[in-house]
Nanobody, 125 residues
Framework: VQLQASGGGLVQAGDSLRLSCAAS????????MGWFRQAPGKEREFVAA????????LYADSVKGRFTISGDSAKNTVYLQMNSLKPEDTSVYYC???????????????????WGQGTQVTVSS
């Protein structure tokens, strides 16, 4: 199983970016997918999650209303549309996949079995 994250970059405050996470190696229809981020010197932080089967989503309060997670099951790809970016959104963003937990638990790192490499997002003020 491989997760390939892409789409990071350097932007200014207020700009938008869309991250992609392409999954391969198995059918992910039963999985939930999530995005986490980790800034230097800080702990990993939950950002957003989506369950393939229902389309249900979960967001961290810090990104609610600005970020949108979506998925394309035909492409086994999950997206994170990030709008109104702030300098505090600067982090390495990681995508992850897991199965078998309720929605509220998707904010926990141990709810995921597979992790991709990170993609750097830097927001300048």
């Amino acid at each position: 199983v491989q997760l390939q994250a892409s789409g990071g970059g350097l932007v200014q405050a207020g700009d938008s970016l869309r991250l992609s996470c392409a999954a391969s190696g198995r059918t992910f229809s039963r999985y939930h997918m999530g995005w986490f981020r980790q800034a230097p010197g800080k702990e990993r932080e939950f950002v957003a999650a989506i369950r393939w089967t229902s389309g249900s989503t979960l967001y961290a309060d810090s990104v609610k209303g600005r970020f949108t997670i979506s998925g394309d099951s035909a492409k086994n790809t999950v997206y994170l549309q990030m709008n109104s970016l702030k300098p505090e959104d600067t982090s390495v963003y990681y995508c992850a996949a897991g199965v078998g937990v309720i929605l509220s638990m998707m904010r926990l790192g141990h709810a995921y079995d597979y992790w991709g490499q990170g993609t750097q997002v830097t927001v300048s003020s």
